[in-house]
Each structure stands twice: as C-alpha cells, then as structure tokens.
C-alpha cells in the first residue's frame, strides 16, 4: 500500500515538476533543474528529457494493417440480413448460392440496388458472410419432447437399415413426426408429419390431429399424390404411427411395393436427413409452443400445402453428402454444390420430363418475398391460438 501512495506522490511530483519547467524562462529553469535533480538522484541529460517530454504527445494514427474492407457496405449488408431473415437464418454456405436469386424481388419490393453492391453480392464468400454477421444470428436454447412409442409386435416384419439411404433415385423417403406439445406430452395436440427425399432432399409435411393410424395414413396418402415422383422406399423410427399393419398394407399390397425399413432404437442418426429438417426447418420456423387447438391442424395445412411447400422446395438449397472415405484415423466428406430441391429434381434422369414441366411453370411464377410474407403472417395466427412453451422437466 505504502509503495502505491509513493508512486501516487511521485507521479503527482513529477507532473508539477514538468509543468513549471516547461513554464518558466532559462535561468528559472535552470534552478528547477537543479532542485529536481537534488530530490530524483538522476542524470542531467535524463532530468531535461524527462521534464522537456510534453503530457499530451500527438499519437499518430497507426494505419491499420492488411487490405480495406472491400464488403463494409451498409447497402449489401443490409441486403444480406433482409434475405437471412427472409430465408429463416440459414447458413453462410447456403445462403450464398441464392443472393442473386433473391435480387430481383427484393428490389421489386424494396429498392433499387447499385451495380458496385451487385457486383458484391455476386463477389462475397460465406466466410465473409459469417464474419458480417458473427453477432447477429440469435441462438434457439429450447428443446423438444421425444414422443415416440416403439412398435414392438410388428418391428420383425420391416427389416433395420443402419446405413444411411444409398440412393440417387429419388422416391427414397425419410420420415416422421414433429410434436407440437410444448412441454407437456399430457392431452391431445397436433403433429407436424414430414417427409423427406433422400436424393434430392425434397420436404413435404402435414399436420395431423394426434397421430392415430388412421390419421397418419390419410396423410401419407395426401402427401404421395403431392409429390412429383413416386416413392420407392420408406423408413423411419420405430414409433407406433409407422409400425402398424394398416401402414404396412397400404405400402406392400400394391402394383409396385414400397420397400419399408426402420432405424434402430434410440439412433438417431439412422434418420438423419429428417431429424436435421425436423429442427432445421419445422422448429425453426414454428418453435415450441403448444398447438392443443384443433383449428391449427388447418392453419397449418394451408401453408404446408402451399407458401411453405414452394418457398422451402423451390428456394432454400441444401448441402448434399457425395462421397465418405477413411483414410487412416481420419474421415473425408465430399459434398455436391449447395441446390435446391427444385434444381435437384430437374437434373434428375429419374423423374419424369412431365413433372419437370410442371414444376418449371410453378417456379417461374413464385416470389419468394411473397411467399416468406404469407408464411410469416399465417405463423402469427397459429401463436396466437398456442399456448406458450412451459417447461415441465426436472
């Protein structure tokens, strides 16, 4: 403590010093010199240094190293963050390959952009993206309910696939339900069903009241007459909703049978493809509330069926896993280019030329500006029907 009051005083000492040295003429000076040196025990030379130094030196700025700031351009950042928001935050790498998609109907609806931010749009990396948004992606904490209930009579007769899908062909299905319980399993409330393409990762859902055989089925039936190709195979969990005969019927007795497998127990990743749009998509958009009013089953429906059908099929692209090699400890992904469904379903050998047709005319009149408003505003009824997520797990 002693020591901090005496650095304190001669802190203090030296300032007063300073300033009646730098105050007075030579010959005054000349004494103060003569009266610090006495007190300090230093040099000369280093007493008039030190009492000629001046308390506010100039700082130079330092010139910040590396090149300018090529994409600090409040008009492209504010592009990028109005189509994030638009396209529900995804990430940089899929955001990226859409940014001029999005151009024409943003400035439709909002303004026109100039050909130096355009150029930029074209130009920016996802790296440069994340390091714009670094602190502006909010972060979801919640999590959900798993309400799956094995099937155990009936899981003999559908063989485990372990492996993921290996197939180019799209008609290969994953799926399953996503509850809309909130934080209670207790009563009845409404399930989200979806499907999704392993090929070309086409998503369809529909929203069922419970998910009663019966109720499951007609909306697998629905979902199959909306798709543009035929399904071939179908897997998913192990939940009652998919082990049951009325299922195993309706995909076997058939002019051409589906191949139905399950995942293994408590393996998640068996499903991965839909258990990453499950949360992705489904519970980024529409979160952890309660849906316990039946009125939502058709709120829900009429997006799933339209905006949101054509808004996550025809504009949101998704990464695709090629080809996985071991090499020594190591593992090395190859991934495809990011597209969407849409693109995939068009490059497809397998899908008829008919569908395509008709999936190009439904492309070329969507706005997907448009669409993402519709959503949005039909999202804001079905939260004012919900009830709030409330935590019921210790």
């Not at 007190?39 to 700082?59: F, G, W």
């Not at 039909?378 to 939260?383: M, R």
Request: contains cysteine.
């Amino acid at each position: 403590m002693a020591d901090d009051m005496n650095k304190i005083i001669r802190t203090d000492y030296l300032s007063i010093m300073k300033q009646r040295y730098q105050k007075s003429d030579k010959p005054e000076r000349s004494k103060i010199l003569d009266e610090f040196i006495a007190d300090s025990e230093m040099h000369r030379k280093s007493a008039i240094r030190l009492l000629s130094l001046k308390e506010e030196k100039e700082k130079k700025k330092e010139k910040k190293k590396g090149r300018k700031k090529k994409y600090d351009d409040s008009e492209l950042i504010k592009y990028i963050k109005t189509i994030s928001s638009t396209t529900n935050n995804i990430c940089s790498k899929r955001l990226k390959p859409i940014l001029p998609v999005f151009l024409p109907f943003y400035e439709q609806k909002y303004r026109k952009l100039s050909e130096h931010t355009k150029e930029l749009i074209t130009r920016i990396s996802p790296r440069t993206i994340d390091r714009i948004f670094a602190k502006w992606f909010p972060q979801r904490l919640k999590k959900g309910l798993c309400t799956t209930k094995p099937g155990s009579l009936l899981r003999k007769k559908i063989p485990i696939k372990t492996e993921q899908w290996n197939e180019k062909c799209p008609g290969f299905v994953e799926v399953d339900t996503v509850a809309h319980c909130g934080g209670s399993t207790l009563g009845l409330y409404v399930f989200s069903l979806n499907f999704v393409d392993i090929a070309t990762s086409w998503m369809i859902s529909r929203a069922v009241w419970g998910k009663g055989q019966t109720g499951i089925l007609n909306a697998i039936k629905d979902i199959e007459q909306t798709l543009p190709f035929p399904i071939r195979g179908f897997d998913s969990d192990n939940g009652t909703e998919f082990i049951n005969d009325i299922l195993i019927r309706y995909l076997k007795i058939r002019k051409n049978p589906v191949y139905q497998t399950r995942s293994r127990e408590y393996r998640k990743n068996d499903n991965a493809h839909i258990e990453s749009k499950n949360w992705s998509v489904t519970r980024q958009y529409f979160g952890y509330e309660r849906f316990d009013k039946i009125e939502i089953v058709d709120l829900l429906n009429s997006i799933y069926t339209n905006e949101f059908y054509f808004f996550i099929n025809f504009f949101i692209p998704s990464t695709k896993l090629i080809s996985k090699t071991r090499v020594g400890s190591k593992i090395i992904k190859k991934y495809d280019g990011n597209k969407t469904p849409f693109q995939r379903v068009i490059e497809s050998d397998h899908v008829s030329q008919k569908a395509k047709n008709i999936l190009k005319a439904i492309y070329e009149n969507l706005n997907p500006l448009a669409l993402q408003e519709v959503i949005q505003q039909q999202i804001k009824l079905i939260n004012k029907l919900a009830t709030p997520y409330v935590e019921t797990r210790k």
